[in-house]
Nanobody, 123 residues
């Protein structure tokens, strides 16, 4: 199973970005999918997760209201829509897949990881 994240870039404060992550090597609908990030000198942080059917979603409090997660199982893809970006959102953003049927915030529950896509927000 491979995950390929894309969509990062350099943006200004207040901008929006949509990250994409394509799952290959297995049907994406088999997995709970999530987004994490790791900023400079920080630990990896859970952002949002979505169950295999898309009916269960969870967005972490620090980004709730600005970030949204969705998935398209016909495209084996999970998305992270980010708006109102701030300099503190600067980080490497990772997608991850878990065989647990429900969203997990613990990164140890995720079996597969993408390589990360860099988001830099300038002030």
């Amino acid at each position: 199973v491979q995950l390929q994240a894309s969509g990062g870039g350099l943006v200004q404060t207040g901008a929006s970005l949509r990250l994409s992550c394509v799952v290959s090597g297995h049907t994406a609908s088999s997995f709970t999918l999530a987004w994490f990030r790791q900023g400079p000198g920080k630990e990896r942080e859970f952002l949002a997760g979505i169950s295999w059917s898309g009916t269960s979603r969870y967005v972490a409090a620090p980004v709730e209201g600005r970030f949204a997660i969705s998935r398209d199982n016909t495209k084996n893809t999970v998305y992270l829509q980010m708006s109102g970006l701030k300099p503190e959102d600067t980080a490497l953003y990772y997608c991850a897949a878990s065989t647990f049927p429900y969203v997990q915030r613990d990164n140890n529950k995720y079996n597969y990881w993408g390589q990360g896509t860099l988001v830099t927000v300038s002030s």
